[in-house]
């Protein structure tokens, strides 16, 4: 089966480039950069444990610039952190600072005796937010990326640790497969309501975007729902 990444124009909508990735590293996450119109593809295998990261430039057509490949941890999620600069959510507990112009990590700290499987950050207000199959770890970014843990969430019911930070006001939107709760990080961790039901189908993304006020929540059926959050938090 083909590793394929796909550029879609919503303008003209439709498919205007196809490119295929190596088969043996499968898709996990893609990270667009507004600012250097760069594009992050982070792979992983799990026969050895071990991950990649391909650097785009994204231009009339993908060209590849840096590729590299770390081979003793794997790499559960990731966010951008500065221009160049991704924070890594590893296999191993660890949270890295990669910086992808020199491909190098420049920071590393423990945070979980276990797999880490989803990161946020809140660059507005400081805040790392690293989640394991039934936690949240809220963290507070300190000088040269240091993370002073600040406190946590337990027994939070999203089995596939699927989260969106919205960056200026500190909600969380925490997704399960069949719905969604929304949690005030700055009133000591307040669930704003208990739970959002969609219906049985199995979500498997969700992105949050302030400036319009929306949610975008997807399952693997293909099907995207647009929520308006009239909310005011």
């Not at 423990?110 to 199959?133: D, F, M, V």
């Amino acid at each position: 089966m083909q590793n394929t990444l796909k550029v879609y124009d919503l303008g003209i909508k439709k498919i205007v480039q196809e490119l295929v990735l190596n088969k043996q590293y499968p898709l996990i996450k893609l990270i667009y950069s507004i600012s250097n119109n760069k594009l992050v593809v982070v792979q992983l295998r799990d026969i050895d444990k071990s991950s990649q990261v391909v650097l785009y430039e994204l231009s009339k057509n993908l060209n590849q610039l840096k590729s590299t490949l770390f081979d003793y941890f794997q790499i559960n999620s990731c966010v951008e952190f500065v221009q160049d600069q991704l924070v890594l959510a590893c296999s191993d507990g660890f949270v890295r600072l990669f910086d992808s112009h020199r491909q190098e990590i420049i920071v590393a700290q423990r945070c979980h005796n276990e797999p880490i499987l989803n990161i946020k950050i809140n660059q507005t207000n400081s805040l790392l937010l690293t989640a394991t199959h039934d936690q949240i770890y809220i963290w507070n970014i300190e000088d040269q990326f240091e993370l002073d843990f600040s406190s946590k969430i337990d027994n939070i019911s999203n089995d596939e640790n699927f989260l969106s930070l919205e960056p200026n006001k500190s909600i969380l939107f925490a997704l399960n497969r069949t719905g969604f709760c929304l949690i005030n990080l700055k009133r000591q961790n307040t669930r704003i309501n208990d739970e959002y039901l969609l219906d049985s189908s199995v979500t498997f993304n969700l992105k949050s975007s302030s400036h319009m006020s929306v949610l975008a929540v997807a399952n693997k059926s293909g099907l995207i729902r647009i929520f308006r959050l009239l909310n005011k938090f």
